[in-house]
T-cell receptor, first 115, second 114 residues
């Protein structure tokens, strides 16, 4: 059971380059999320998708776009990378909340450096 | 707006000693509260959560946390720390409805010394 799979694990970009971070989950979860993690700032939500076919902005969406390709896959695109986007990116998924289901499953992260 | 504060950036404890990690929150109603742990190079893993009921909640790996409404706190405790507990710990607060309504703290990095 792979859980949440993110690719790539590491990436170095030059300012202005574009790239797409891929994420796939095999738990049949409805909700998927993209976070960035910066030192001293914890996790901040970039975008989320509550269900297949829907996406919404989180706390820090500027400079990013997302696509919920199907129920399994949720990609994050940087159209024109900036040094401020140097961060560790996490994809996560969850089921709709019930009395026992409030748990985020995380991928292992993508470490992105923009030079 | 909701917020969560983890006042300790870094804590060092000896193996076998007790541990308490502090978490204070600001929220207008009864919050949903979480503690997550992140081992080096990994994503976060849920340790425990509080929604309602008993204010002392038990989690995995021998951790517990106590919700104190009067102090707006949700501190994480463990009676005896193991070297494998070295990690970063995140407190989170939010509302029912999904993690888009949850705010994470800035984390406390735990170092365990022999």
């Amino acid at each position: 059971n792979a859980g949440v799979t993110q690719t790539p694990k590491f990436q170095v970009l030059k300012t202005g380059q574009s790239m797409t971070l891929q994420c796939a989950q095999d738990m049949n979860h409805n909700s998927m999320y993209w976070y960035r993690q910066d030192p001293g700032m914890g996790l901040r939500l970039i975008y989320y998708s509550a269900s297949e076919g829907t996406t919404d902005k989180g706390e820090v969406p500027n400079g990013y776009n997302v696509s919920r390709l199907n129920k399994r896959e949720f990609s994050l695109r940087l159209e024109s990378a900036a040094p401020s986007q140097t961060s560790v990116y996490f994809c996560a998924s969850s089921e709709p909340w019930t009395a026992t289901n409030e748990k985020l499953f995380f991928g292992s992260g993508t470490q992105l450096s923009v030079l | 707006a909701q917020s969560v504060t983890q006042p300790d950036i870094h804590i060092t404890v000896s193996e076998g000693a007790s541990l308490e990690l502090r978490c204070n929150y600001s929220y207008g109603a009864t919050p949903y509260l979480f503690w997550y742990v992140q081992s080096p190079g990994q994503g976060l893993q849920l340790l425990l959560k509080y929604f309602s009921g008993d204010t002392l909640v038990q989690g995995i790996k021998g951790f517990e946390a106590e919700f104190k409404r009067s102090q707006s706190s949700f501190n994480l405790r463990k009676p005896s720390v193991h070297w494998s507990d070295a990690a970063e710990y995140f407190c989170a607060v939010g509302a029912r409805g999904g993690y888009q309504k949850v705010t994470f703290g800035t984390g406390t990095k735990l170092q365990v010394i022999p």
